[in-house]
């Protein structure tokens, strides 16, 4: 395993890291066995960093991570989110009562004394124009609640205004072979801010695992089933907002480029490492191998210059402009 830095938190990160939302909910069933068992996997490749959530299965993601935990002594650094609890999920939420009781509610489930890293969970974009939310969160740094905090972002417009707030440490984002906006301006503001990237839906929800085919289907507690047109949550999390079929056929150009040593989720996540802003990817695991298949992307070698351009080229021809521009 190889390792970033962290913006400025002086962390070195795992640049393979541990999504677990699919431990939580909304990905099919996870027995507790296969999440113990996947995060033990990922730990034992080299893996020192997990992003969570509290809705993540109603904390259930973060009791499971905490389980594990307790019985390994490596140095782990857990991130989890705050304010997606928010029934309705509006700005005014994001206020000194609820997102306290968030941070009491993680640290209880993590068990912990301080949360390491907390990030606001995709938040109304009204929020990152209102000081007041980050200066809350600055007191429960000083606290003693948490050690730092970031944001988790729907659009890059988002993650830029947020780099405004002087203690933002972190961004996370959707990146991906078929969502290579944050690339063309977030990236280098974000290196100049010293600012630590992490890409999420890295894999873009299974699509660029290559598995998928027309004849897949999903269960019904899976939001691949019940989210694709955004009836859930921002249409955005499900295949990175890509039309399915349009998905399965941008994959199927892709296949002749991926080396005979890898599979195809590994070249995906090995592209987006490709980028030095990156600090990590966190794509998801429900079972030991995927856990093990995605670690050991960071031991492929650097993808050519050809191959990059290649990939730019499929993502401006059959997926750019299918993709909602407000990403």
């Known amino acids: 395993m190889n390792y970033r830095s962290f913006g400025r938190t002086g ?101 912990m004394e301080a949360l390491d890293l907390v990030q606001l969970h995709c938040p109304p974009t009204e929020v990152y124009y209102m000081p007041e939310t980050f200066a809350i969160l600055d007191d429960l740094v000083q ?61 873009a929800s299974g699509l660029l695992t290559g598995k998928m085919t027309r004849q897949t289907t999903f269960t019904k507690d899976d939001h691949r089933n019940y989210n694709r047109h955004g009836e859930a949550f921002d249409v955005g999390e499900t295949f990175s907002g890509v039309d399915y079929e349009t998905g399965l056929e941008a994959v199927d150009q892709l296949r002749p480029l991926v080396p005979e040593n890898a599979t195809m989720a590994q070249f995906a996540l090995r592209w987006i490492l490709m980028f030095d802003a990156v600090s990590c990817a966190i794509p998801g695991a429900k079972n030991r191998q995927q856990a093990v298949d995605n670690a050991r992307a960071a031991n492929l070698p650097a993808l050519s210059p050809e191959t990059m351009a290649q990939i730019q080229a499929i993502y401006y021809n059959s997926i750019r402009d299918k993709v909602h521009q407000r990403w």
């Open 11 to 111: 962390w070195q990160l795992s640049e393979i890291s541990f999504g677990a939302w699919a431990l939580g909910a909304d990905w099919g069933h996870v027995s507790e066995e296969e999440a113990l068992d996947a995060l033990n996997a990922a730990l034992d490749e080299g893996i020192n960093f997990i992003d969570t959530a509290d809705v993540y299965g109603d904390g259930r993601s973060e009791r499971l991570i905490a389980k594990v935990l307790k019985q390994r002594s490596e140095q782990v650094y857990v991130a989890t989110k705050a304010g997606r609890r928010l029934n309705p999920h509006i700005a005014s939420g994001y206020n000194r009562e609820n997102l306290t009781a968030y941070i009491e509610r993680s640290l209880k489930n993590l068990d």
């Open 143 to 203: 606290a003693g609640k948490i050690k730092y905090y970031g944001v988790s972002v729907e659009k890059v417009e988002e993650a830029i205004k947020a780099m405004e707030f002087p203690n933002v440490q972190s961004v996370q984002i959707i990146f991906n072979i078929f969502r290579q906006r944050p690339a063309e301006l977030f990236f280098e503001l974000a290196k100049q801010n010293q600012v630590g990237i992490l890409a999420r839906v890295p894999l």
